[in-house]
């Protein structure tokens, strides 16, 4: 995955990790929840699950574009907050089918493999609200105090806001380095 | 076959017709029929043959060919035959005047376990075929016009297995002489067009798969007639007009022994390595590039592989038993480096020191 992605700027790191036994066990017997899957072993789809994390939010489409190339992925999910009032957390989830060329040897002898994989790519700003608010809820969201949830949804605006002036910035930077080539290419011209 | 539901289709070429008419059913019920089709299943040996991934709509995760399999592997009755009759189209429509009229044949079975279904597809192309029958008085010969051929070169198939959740059904196998033998890129109607499918091995990487394989055999080499096999076998790509391959076949065509067993071990899983892919020339000359020669007191010669043999000269032993390069040209750059090419004595020269 990072060779493939390596040709792409801004990319500050690629990485996966396998699914906890924990976690997985939460997921397939979550607590006052009904069960989900018959057949958990197949059917949880980040059992092997990636992250791309990119300095800016324009670099996200050309990440997509690359896994969309290599990996054909099954299903392709933008998460974001739908309300124009509301932030909260963003991230583009993709599902993508293990490439048999990737598997290990023998991963055909065992019954209940999973088939697939999740991607999830996003910017530093994004993770860096996501995954401290992901480790801090140890219970659901809405039994948080009012005053707390406020807390969190501002600063994943603020994330977002961080998000956009530094897009602005590069946008700044990247016209004013097109403007200095013209000139070169200008004054260097007979 | 286990609860078997097969149903088979004459199936005309329509890709261009303005208005196709929907192709005339059969159900299979004949045991002697099901049962051929069960032995033309076990001689496929599906276990070894392509990977292909379907297509899906990432937006939604629909794939109408996926959805029409499930439907008539898991559905009930009157939906059963409704997706057989929309594969048949979807085929006739799929396939123009260069492919031969053809029996198309859909089945499904148990699988492994009760929840699991495996379904077959096939086409087997129209043939005439001559009938020695007795007459009335003498024995005759008539011509068969309507026959498909069970055997044929031709014949397409494939399977696709699993229980009725999202994540089966997703890959598949297929039998496609056509698709493993072809030289150009040419658009596949069995592959592409009908299942609406992709091979599962992604060009590029496993091109250049290719070259970190053979490049583990070479740095593995106990010996230069081993690294020499390695080279031929990198430049029989390089020149190739081949455009699919496996790994597999690829190792079991043009390495022996100890280089096929090191090429192998750095390919995948064993099911891959039968499966078919497009071989991307770039993507292979990315990971076996440059030829470096280690000559004694440190020296390093690195040659691109296209430079072998023209301004690079291999010499070969004069009764020594040693091979000599000698190279030749004019200094355009030069590097101060930290490190040479070479990190470690190759296993050759560890063998000629030892000796």
Redesign the interface.
Known sequence: MKE?LSHLSHIDRVSFRAKTTQSFVKKVFPPDEPRRY??PF??V?DQIGGRVLTFFGQDIPRVLAEL?N???????THKAPKGVSEFDYETDH??C?I??????????DFEDM???FEMQVRTLFMHAWAEPQHDLLYKGRSELPIQIRRELHWAAASAWGADHALSRVLEWVQKQQEREREANDDSSSP | MANPRVYAYSIPPQRDEPSPVQPRCAQVTDRDVLRSIAEAKEEAKFDGRTLVTFNLDPATRTCSMREALMRFGFGQTRSIRAAADEMAMRLSTAMDQRTKHSLFVVAAEDGRTANHRAITLWTFPRDQAYHFKPGTSELEVELLVEVFTKSSKHKKAALFEGRETRVDFLNGRVVDHQANSRINKVANYWIDDFLGASLSIEAASASKLMGRGLRAAHAAARNAAEQEEVMAAIMTLKHSQQRMWTFRSFAENHLTGFNRAKFLEAMPDEGAQNSGFEFVKDAFEEAVQYRVFQLPNQVFVTSPLSEVNRSVKIIESRGDGQRRVRCEGEIVDEKIRSAPPIRAPSAVRRAQTDS
């Open positions: 493939r018959e057949f197949a059917e789809e969309q290599r990996f054909k992925p099954v299903e392709a993709l599902i089918v490439p048999p060329d990737l598997l290990p040897a023998r991963w055909q999973p088939t697939t």
